[in-house]
């Protein structure tokens, strides 16, 4: 049994109690995983580790014990695989991100399959079935509109594991490195269960660390596998431009300066930094690479300036480039000195012409 764990410094409902991200919630095939007032709980005993909520998370918060995507991207990739199974090495296919799928198909010498022979038997292919299919056809709609001649193909393919063709282990191999791996594995599986006995149910809670972590603003490792992939694609003769619908996992955007305040917000909570400022907050710019599709952005965005370009270039995966969104006039506060957004009037930054009114109340001033 796999042991699910929560980066809580990941995920978008630690820093951001408005965050209506629950992609989580709606990918687990046994509905173990809940989000309550922005607090995340799920009872590890219920959990069947097929990796999907893991790979759905826009900002990889969640990760089993025993299986790391970025590892078996590369195992498979130096052994020159050509099938994607969950008969060997990969919980369930649905533990692939479209990221990492599609980085797996750039980079492969061959034409990549994912056998979905056993999705029918499977009793949460019901659920990771629609979700795999979906992810396939996504990864090859973007395969030829970037004119990369590749795609991953939907088989049922007839896979026979070592085990399967009546292979075991014997003494010498017992004793071997891959021997001693198989007992460790087997002793970790049995520390799961324990440990997922125990738990009722884990809910997420905030420590100092995670706080530090926060601000650090990476982005997953699956989203720099796939920059190194499209380094080694191949330039396409014409970049086309796809509907921000047929994209899951990046966008571009654009911000409505005449309604914009600067709060702020909006690169303050941005997880891995793909919205930034300069040091007086003249400026809001956007890296479209570093975009993950969190919507927590959208979510602290009051008056609702920053929204989703209907469209994405797909020149940005080739010739990436970061936008400014929008610009400030900045000046400094004369009465706090800080540095402000400055739309006229009054060189007064918007805390002080509070305090200033609110001191008008208390004198008596300008009242009817």
């Known amino acids: 049994m796999s042991l699910l764990t929560l980066d809580v410094a990941k995920c978008v409902h630690t820093s951001n109690k408005f965050a209506v991200c629950n992609e989580c919630v709606e990918a687990c095939p046994v509905e173990t995983i809940k989000i309550t007032q922005s607090v995340v709980s799920f009872t590890p005993a219920d959990c069947v580790g097929c990796g999907g909520c893991g790979?759905?998370?826009p900002t990889a918060a969640y990760s089993l014990d025993d299986f790391k995507p970025l590892n078996y991207v590369f195992a498979f990739l130096e052994h020159d695989k050509e099938v994607l199974t969950c008969k060997e090495d990969l919980p369930c296919i649905a533990a692939l991100s479209v990221e990492e799928l599609l980085s797996m198909a750039l980079i492969a010498e061959k034409q990549l399959s994912a056998d979905i022979g056993g999705c029918?038997?499977?009793?949460?292919?019901?659920?990771?079935?629609?979700?795999?299919?979906?992810?396939?056809?996504e990864v090859n709609f973007l395969l030829e509109a970037m004119q990369q001649q590749k795609e991953i193909k939907l088989q049922e393919v007839e896979f026979k594991s070592q085990e399967q063709e009546g292979e075991t282990l014997s003494r010498r191999e017992l004793l071997s490195k891959e021997g001693l791996k198989k007992a460790v594995h087997?002793?970790?599986?049995?520390?799961?269960?324990?440990?997922?006995?125990?738990a009722i149910e884990k809910?997420?809670?905030?420590t100092g660390a995670d706080i530090a972590k926060i601000k650090q603003k990476n982005i997953p490792d699956r989203r720099s596998l796939l920059l190194m992939a499209m380094k080694r694609a191949k330039v396409p003769e014409v970049f086309h431009t796809i509907d921000?619908?047929?994209?899951?996992?990046?966008s571009q955007k654009d911000l409505d300066e005449v309604t914009c305040t600067n709060c702020q917000m909006c690169y303050r909570?941005?997880?891995?930094?793909?919205?930034?400022?300069?040091?007086?907050?003249?400026?809001?710019?956007?890296?479209?690479?570093?975009?993950?599709?969190?919507?927590?952005?959208?979510?602290?965005?009051?008056?609702?300036?920053?929204?989703?370009?209907?469209t994405f270039a797909l020149a940005n995966f080739f010739d990436p480039k970061i936008e400014t969104l929008v610009r400030f006039t900045i000046k400094r506060c004369d009465e706090c000195g800080n540095y402000f957004s400055y739309q006229g009037g009054e060189v007064l930054c918007s805390r002080c012409k509070i305090e200033e009114e609110e001191a008008k109340a208390l004198w008596g001033i300008n009242r009817n």
């Open 120 to 137: 029918g038997d499977c009793p949460i292919g019901v659920k990771n079935l629609p979700i795999i299919e979906d992810r396939i056809e």
């Open 203 to 206: 809910v997420h809670t905030v």
């Open 244 to 250: 921000i619908e047929d994209v899951s996992f990046i």
């Open 269 to 310: 909570i941005c997880p891995t930094g793909a919205l930034s400022s300069d040091a007086k907050g003249s400026v809001i710019n956007f890296n479209p690479l570093a975009c993950v599709q969190c919507h927590s952005c959208h979510d602290v965005c009051e008056p609702d300036s920053l929204t989703l370009r209907p």
């Open 186 to 198: 087997i002793k970790q599986q049995f520390e799961n269960e324990v440990a997922a006995g125990d």
């Open 55 to 57: 790979s759905v998370c």
